[in-house]
């Protein structure tokens, strides 16, 4: 047993809410092996001492993608080596730690199954990460790139059509270090500019065949891993519920009928709105047609109005961000998605619990990160004022720890 650390603050999130007057919480190889509110300290123990700051459970970014690619040149996709795109992926990751995020789900990239190996073997510093390595999308599909020559699709590595390779490609993706698996199940009608969203949320077709849908569920639980689905609108939502996904990504442009379907199977949401507002920020700062920035003001206006119908009928929602790196996209921002969250309607402790247990509960990891419990990991935070007063103080996010180890102290 290594010597344990007593980490002490004036305040801390427990269950749900703030508990005042301090609080000890002990932390032994690695977990937490003691919370004490009252703050007592365990004689021959290294104590940290947080003082007027509250303590919370690591944050967790439910859907980022560390690609490692500058998010002003998307072409960079198609031809940057990986080993640069992973070791600057690495950079991005341990600056996503500093700011918070102690665990992430990576939908989609064809480095982070790597990453993810390299943090947990402890050569990197970085969150956790549940990867999903290269997304699979279908020929004509949710991110293929129809304008470019197939071959250039094919660099990706991403389409995949058909049952058998369906099997293939995911059982590819476990033995590559896959924790997770990420299937493109919607995209824009004909004439979209872009598939992946499409010009109206409400008008998106269904990707992949259900047979397809289900052999890529049936092969990936199978394997113990989960089936997270890129899906807006109706028709792709209903797909992934009826098919057994585990996880629906975006979730929105969905009419009542299918929201009380997403709500009783009890399918999470992974709500996504600073991504798609960065990345409407930085076209507007390029020079975006006035036709382009409309329909990113339309997908955002119908995300707010979902989120709030979605909340009402009982759906679950998780806080991810979809952000990509830098410079248009910095990870970091994954803050700001709690705040749109509060800004959107969810009380701070709402939003703090979408981001922590309920984010948790999406990875699949629920007995293991997103409170401060004995018996989890010791992946604490801390940041001055109150948060579930103002959201805003994650903001300043000061002190980090992750698998009992201080990684940031400001
Ligand atoms: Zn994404």
Redesign the pocket.
Known sequence: MSQPIVVTADRAYLDGSVVAGGVAVTVVDGAIAEVAPGGAVVPGARTVELGDRTLLPGLIDA?T?FLGIPTDHYDALLWERLDYRAIRATGEAERLLHAGFTSVRC??SPVSSSLSRAVREGHVAGPRILSAGQSLCATNGTWDIVHADRRVADLQEMLVDGVDDLRAAVRDRVRSGALVIKIGLSRGRAGDRSHGWGDDPARQEVAYSRPEIEAVVEEAHAAGLRVSA?CIGDGPVRAAVECGVDVV?HGFGIDDETRRMVAAAGVPIVT?FT?LAMSRASSERRGASPVDLAIADGHLARMREDFARGRAAGIVYALGS?LIGDPDQPQTAAIEEFVRAVEWGMTPREALDAGTVVAASVLGMADRIGRIAPGLAADLVACPGDPSASIERLREIDFVMSDGIVRSTG
């Open positions: 859907h993608h939908l989609g890129h990504e996504t991504g979809d």
